[in-house]
């Protein structure tokens, strides 16, 4: 099963593109104090300045310092992945909180698909046939027909849940936006999805990582692509805490605890 595999690829793809130094920060001096709060507030404070015009302004590894800051400070976020991730597709849709309460799908192409959500003390899947199949080991095939598309349903803490539910701790995610030195290069400025963004690259052996930093409000990080290396990929990042549509699925629920 590729899930715990999976999101440690994801820590390690936002731990290894762009993680700034804070000694950096320090010597930015008033330049380095131009950027963005890395406050938990969901809002952005007025200012009487320009915020993109004073990010602009700071140096490559300053801005990846204010965008990790602020990564760290989101309480909620949705996070899209497009790429190779151990080695197989994967496209994934997460919308998870810090109190652990998440709600999305993950694909592995072939391997088939799950929609998740995880509320409270519970975590509601649903597989598709061919995850079932490709997953489930002898006895996939008889939980195709048995359980089919219908969605299941187990205590969190369980065994087998806390491999999805893995997913759904943005905390865990966020940890991977950690200080260190950096080598960031300020690249010219662009918009993601409408939203005002500034360009940083830096490269790890034969990966390159263009990171797109929002130049208005937090200085959150919009998307990353990762081009070479043996996981390419673009991962998008949104809804910075907005709360997370996280409820139990109505219908014919299997509760697997039961079983």
């Known amino acids: 099963m590729r899930s715990t595999t999976t999101l440690a690829a994801l820590c390690?793809?936002?731990?290894?593109a762009l993680t700034a130094c804070g000694s950096d920060d320090d010597k930015g001096g008033e330049a380095g104090k131009g950027g963005q709060s890395a406050s938990a507030s969901s809002k952005a404070t007025p200012s009487t300045k320009a915020p993109g015009s004073e990010l602009e302004k700071l140096t490559g590894p300053q801005i990846a310092n204010k965008a990790m800051k602020a990564m760290k400070s989101a309480t909620s976020l949705t996070t899209d992945v497009d790429g190779i991730v151990d080695g197989g597709s994967m496209k994934y849709h997460m919308s998870s909180d810090s109190k652990g309460d998440c709600a999305g799908t993950v694909g592995m192409g072939a391997e088939g698909s799950v929609e998740l959500i995880k509320t409270?003390?519970?975590?509601?899947?649903?597989?598709?046939?061919?995850?079932?199949?490709?997953?489930g080991g002898e006895d996939g095939a008889a939980a195709a027909e048995t359980i089919g598309d219908?969605?299941?349903?187990?205590?969190?803490?369980?065994?087998?849940?806390?491999?999805f539910t893995a997913f759904c701790d943005s905390d865990a995610?966020?940890?991977?936006?950690?200080?260190?030195?950096?080598?960031?290069?300020?690249?010219?400025?662009?918009?993601v999805d409408g939203k005002p963004a500034i360009t940083?690259?830096?490269?790890d052996g034969d990966e390159t990582y263009t990171t797109y930093v929002a130049t208005e409000g937090k200085p959150y990080i919009l998307k990353m692509?990762?081009?070479?290396?043996?996981?390419?990929?673009t991962l998008t990042f949104s809804d910075f805490d907005k709360p997370v549509d996280a409820k139990a699925p109505a219908g014919d629920i299997v509760d697997l605890d039961a079983l």
């Open 12 to 16: 390690a793809v936002t731990a290894l």
């Open 173 to 191: 995610m966020l940890s991977g936006f950690e200080e260190g030195p950096n080598l960031a290069r300020k690249g010219e400025t662009t918009t």
């Open 120 to 135: 409270g003390g519970l975590v509601y899947m649903k597989f598709d046939r061919a995850f079932w199949k490709s997953q």
């Open 225 to 233: 692509v990762i081009k070479g290396g043996k996981e390419p990929g």
């Open 200 to 203: 940083l690259t830096e490269t």
């Open 150 to 163: 219908r969605w299941t349903k187990s205590k969190a803490s369980g065994a087998d849940a806390k491999d």
